[in-house]
């Protein structure tokens, strides 16, 4: 009787597993945020995906952010209307530097290149700062 408690037990646990689809941490709709350089919404979403992203200064990294910058190009990845490369870090200089991220954004039958630039301080997750044209 108790074995076939526990195994019914399993079998439940297992088809409830299998039911949950994996969130995807993109939201598509930052593709169209991006094409139309909608700056405040795509500082939401940014924000968002990079929230859990601490700076983690070095020795070998002053701001602490390039393992993180690559992390969230790792995210903006996973939505299917960006491919996103890393331009830079912490290359342009200001306070703190920006990184530039390239983003080409497939959208509603456009293909577009863009530049994103992210603030790159080591006291808080990365910063969008603004969207360019490539």
């Known amino acids: ?23 995807s941490i993109c939201h ?11 700056d405040s919404l795509i500082q939401e979403e940014i924000a ?3 929230s859990d992203l601490l700076p983690k200064p070095s020795d070998d990294d002053k701001w602490g952010q390039s393992e993180n910058l690559d992390i969230l190009i790792e995210r903006l990845n996973q939505c299917n209307c960006i491919v996103a490369t890393k ?27 863009k530049r994103m630039h992210l603030l790159t301080g ?3 997750p990365l910063l969008y700062l603004r969207i360019v044209d490539e």
Do not use: G, H
């Not at 074995?3 to 949950?20: A, E, V």
């Not at 598509?28 to 945020?33: K, L, V």
């Not at 200089?93 to 290149?113: G, R």
């Open 1 to 23: 009787m108790k074995s076939w408690i526990f195994i019914s037990t399993l079998i439940i646990i297992f088809l409830l597993s299998c039911s949950k689809e994996k969130e």
């Open 28 to 38: 598509e709709e930052i593709c169209e945020y991006i094409l139309y350089e909608n």
């Open 48 to 50: 968002r995906l990079a």
């Open 87 to 113: 331009v830079c870090y912490a290359c342009l200089e200001s306070y703190p530097p920006q990184s530039v991220v390239k983003l080409v954004i497939a959208y509603d039958m456009d293909i577009v290149a």
């Open 122 to 124: 080591d006291e808080e």
